[in-house]
């Protein structure tokens, strides 16, 4: 997929997911400003990058600030002229259950994660709209965000709410030919093994040195950062030109679409509703089938 002449800044871009996506973007062709609060980190990446043949820049700066985002974009535009993609990456956590969690380890995950994502999405916006030749805003979300998770409060409000602007912003940005999406991935991260779900195989892996087995990789969609990558190449790509507005999974070899939250089962009541006429009728009538809530653990088959 060929994505020369275009640049892209990937924030949080230094290491894990992040690095993924800009090597991969950049063996497409792309210029890629490589964002990170980790200067080594971020040189590293570039360095990787600039020795295969391709073009790329750091930019270190804690992603946040509406002035962040503004360096970030002038990075691009000084350096390579234009922006094409913005993909929203970076990320930290502070898990604790409701009651530990502080209002410092609340505010700290939304502003990297949902307000970091606000800032750099409007300041990407407004130059797209400015050069007149679309572009791509790439949100990354997380399955925490789709179905809760223990201990992670902050995380999962964050990654829900970038879904719904990823809804809302493809609303408003579509007469400029500007594509949104929300990227769910699932992949063996530093980040990932702090999901209860997940860390007892990541950590298996990691002991034993040998890949990931078929069922994991299929049944539960986890791999490889690299894995991820594809995706991110697609959305950016010409190809992606109207796909916008959704939230999609991939990892491992499991690509998927999510739905978008919509009512499962109605009923009606003339005059209006009671609590005890809610009470009555609620597990035969539209409680019959509760959701479920949280990430499931993996579950290996049956030997």
Known sequence: MNLQGKVAVVTGSGRGLGRAYAEALATAGAAVVVNDVDAEAAATVVKGITESGGRAVGAIAPVGTAQVAEELVSAAIGEF??????????GILRDKVLWKMSDEDFDAVIDVHLRGTFTCARAAAIRMREQGTGGRLILISSPAGQRGNFGQTNYAAAKAGIVAM???????LARSAITVNAVVPIAATEMTKTIPAFAPVIEEAERTGRPFPEWLRKDEGLGTVEDVAALIVYLASAESQEVTGQAIGIGGDRLALWSHPQEKAVAFAAGGWTPDAIATTWHTGVGANPETFGIPAPTPPAA
């Open 166 to 172: 990823a809804r809302t912003w493809a609303l408003e």
């Open 81 to 90: 002229g234009r922006l094409d993609v913005m993909v929203t990456n970076a």
